[in-house]
């Protein structure tokens, strides 16, 4: 192969590669939200359909184990928050590597990708300002 194909070659093994990577990263912030939803699914069961006294099987891993309905909740909001962070550092991570990947291709960057939404205090302030 002459130095021109290698190139070529090379170039093509590293698109490949980082598109492979964006589209890992958008299958475990599909795989996550999914485990969100379950356990979304999960607090509102235990809010509507279980008495406050009561104690509820839990699996974990291969087995299931009895724990008060507060227990419970309390071990799903966590895993939640856990949940949310992970899928929020994936979603960062992800623009970064679509970028990259965009610049290898040799596309313009995504206008308006990088946004982040007003925080709670900044849209207090707006709201305060626009009631002037």
């Given at each position: 192969m002459d130095a021109v194909s290698q190139r070529v070659l090379e170039y093509l093994t590293e698109v490949?590669?980082?598109?492979?990577?964006?589209?890992?990263?958008?299958?475990?912030?599909?795989?996550l939200d999914t485990k969100r939803n379950r356990n979304r699914e999960a607090l509102n069961a235990l809010k509507h359909d279980v008495a406050d006294s009561e104690k509820v099987k839990v699996c974990l891993g291969s087995m299931f184990i009895k724990f008060s309905k507060s227990k419970t909740t309390e071990m799903i909001?966590?895993?939640?928050?856990?949940?949310?962070?992970?899928?929020?550092?994936?979603?960062?991570?992800?623009?970064?590597?679509?970028?990259?990947?965009n610049e290898m291709q040799g596309k313009p960057e995504l206008r308006g990708y990088s946004l982040s939404p007003l925080s709670t205090d900044e849209i207090k302030a707006i709201n305060s300002l626009l009631k002037r």
């Open positions: 490949e590669e980082v598109a492979e990577d964006v589209l890992t990263t958008k299958q475990q912030i599909v795989d909001q966590k895993d939640q928050e856990q949940l949310d962070n992970e899928i929020n550092d994936l979603r960062k991570g992800l623009k970064a590597k679509v970028n990259r990947l």
